[in-house]
């Protein structure tokens, strides 16, 4: 599975949009970018995910270079209870184990 | 949407007792389930894969005897920590996926903080 790159931490302002981004330069054509939050001391809980097109749901929306090297994730209103740790993933289908990197750890600041 | 649920969400136990956590999918029949673990500060690492009805396959390094992986039904898997010791006190996680529900999404359980005293 190909290696993701994501800054350890950043903060953000509330009620701002969080940029986050992820470098995945050894992405294969056939490999997803998921991304996952997890709140401190709960389980991971799923965003979004995405193949070649930019993809948005009611939680946030996910923009990929055309090149598929690198990613963004963007929180369009971030509130307090967006402060998680926020996770990169490349995998062929999320029903494959799933291999966590170190993740950026965000803070959402009033 | 697909919940899993854990249970106990926290344990404490003493040195060389063994304790279960169970893991649920409870609105859909899971596939596959996952189990990872979580120290302080620290990523999750995926301890073993466990599909219904088969044998759980463990990642290298994991000792299969230690942490033993049932998934009889395609809603409940548990993990029992035989023979505890402090060095297994871990935040330990569960997931579930279905081909029915999306081939595309994992679905995380809350976890399970275990101290071992």
């Known amino acids: 599975d190909a290696k993701t790159t994501q800054p350890p931490s950043m903060d953000c302002a509330e009620g701002r949009a969080a940029n986050l981004p992820c470098n995945h330069s050894t992405i294969s054509g056939n490999e997803y970018v998921y991304w996952y939050r997890q709140i401190h001391s709960q389980g991971p809980q799923y965003i979004i995910h995405g193949l070649k097109n930019n993809e948005t749901n009611e939680m946030a929306s996910l923009i990929i270079t055309e090149d598929r090297k690198s990613s963004t994730l963007i929180l369009p209103h971030a509130t307090l209870r967006d402060t998680a740790v926020y996770y990169c993933?490349?995998?062929?289908?999320?029903?494959?184990?799933?291999?966590f990197g170190g993740g950026t750890r965000v803070l959402v600041k009033p | 949407g697909a919940v899993v649920s854990q249970h106990p969400s926290r344990v404490i136990c003493k040195s060389g007792t063994s304790v279960k956590i169970e893991c649920r999918s409870l609105d859909f029949q899971a596939t596959t389930m996952f189990w990872y673990r979580q120290f302080p500060k620290q990523s999750l690492m995926l301890m073993a894969t466990s599909n219904e009805g088969s044998k759980a396959t463990y990642e290298q390094g994991v000792e299969k005897d230690k942490f033993l992986i049932n998934h009889a039904s395609l809603t409940l898997s548990t993990l029992t920590v035989t023979s505890a010791h402090p060095e297994d006190s871990s935040f330990y996680i569960c997931?579930?996926?279905?081909?029915?529900?999306?081939?595309?999404?994992?679905?995380f359980g809350p976890g399970t903080r275990l101290t071992v005293l």
């Open positions: 993933i490349v995998d062929k289908a999320a029903g494959n184990k799933l291999t």
């Open positions: 997931s579930a996926t279905s081909l029915a529900v999306s081939k595309d999404t994992q679905y």
